[in-house]
Nanobody, 122 residues
Framework: QLVESGGGSVQSGGSLRLSCAAS????????IGWFRRAPGKGDEGVSC????????YYADSVKGRFTVSRDNAKTTAYLQMNSLKPEDTAVYYC?????????????????WGQGVQVTVSS
């Protein structure tokens, strides 16, 4: 099970930190991806982190603004989002990929969280 938290409403330029708490499986066996879905759009890969060697990937739209991390001891992944823009408004999801390395392709992921709303106003 994955449970996201930390969403909310902020003004443009603000920051939020999303958390993805995992339970019921061996967290360290999975890479973690973060995705978002804006109204009327499909799933977009935002960022991901490998399961143990710290390799990360970011969508071009968030590079330099978002930082993904994980704490395997706490079985939790994080997405720090800075310099938020109105176009970042979406429901954000975390998901698991049973592999060392991660991907920004949503169809490679198995378990998904319920999502958390992020709204950025101008």
């Amino acid at each position: 099970q994955l449970v996201e938290s930390g969403g909310g409403s902020v003004q443009s330029g603000g920051s939020l930190r999303l958390s993805c708490a995992a339970s019921g499986f061996t967290f360290v066996d999975y890479a973690i991806g973060w995705f978002r879905r804006a109204p009327g759009k499909g799933d977009e890969g935002v960022s991901c982190i490998s399961r143990s060697n710290g390799v990360t990937y970011y969508a071009d739209s968030v590079k330099g603004r978002f930082t993904v991390s994980r704490d395997n001891a706490k079985t939790t992944a994080y997405l720090q989002m800075n310099s938020l823009k109105p176009e970042d408004t979406a429901v954000y999801y975390c998901a698991t990929l049973w592999d060392e390395y991660c991907s920004l392709l949503p169809n490679q992921y198995g378990t998904w969280g319920q999502g958390v709303q992020v709204t950025v106003s101008s």
